[in-house]
């Protein structure tokens, strides 16, 4: 009818409609492509992390420094309170650790009371399996 309108056909896509393209592959690589060329190779510091975290890295450092400063003081009053203050962040995360264990032994006990209570045969299997592997450990 009105053949000239149809050289003109706009692609109106709303929120949540319309052609989307999204890569939902996840990328783990950020945290060591983030630092900086100046500060390291990024390829080598991915590779040390797979040795030991940098949690646990400078969880090794704080306890050999601390086991050294209980045995040389530190002399100024900066230095004693950073030591207070270091040996107050070791509990915390050593608090931290504490309950993230007795939350995960909640968990597991909950979750083979339920698998008691919906699938007794598997349940058993299980317990089977976990004394095999009890078993081992000693």
Excluded: C, N
Excluded at 1 to 12: E, H, N, R, S, Y
Excluded at 47 to 55: D, H, I, L
Excluded at 76 to 89: G, H, Y
Excluded at 99 to 122: F, I, M, N
Aim: charged share 25%.
């Amino acid at each position: 009818m009105f053949p000239w309108l149809f050289l003109f056909a706009p692609q109106l896509y709303f929120p949540f409609s319309g052609s989307v393209a999204q890569r939902i592959e996840p990328d783990t690589r950020w945290f060591f492509d983030g630092i900086d060329a100046s500060a390291g190779d990024a390829r080598i510091e991915r590779q040390a992390f797979e040795v030991a975290s940098y949690g646990r890295q400078l969880g090794l450092i704080a306890e050999v420094l601390v086991e050294q400063a209980e045995q040389t003081p530190p002399r100024t009053k900066a230095a004693r309170e950073a030591l207070q203050r270091l040996k107050q962040i070791q509990a915390d995360i050593e608090q931290i650790k504490t309950q993230d264990a007795a939350t995960l032994a909640r968990d597991v006990e909950a979750g083979l009371l339920r698998l008691k209570r919906l699938h007794p045969g598997d349940y058993k299997a299980l317990g089977l399996r976990l004394q095999r592997s009890l078993a081992d450990d000693v």
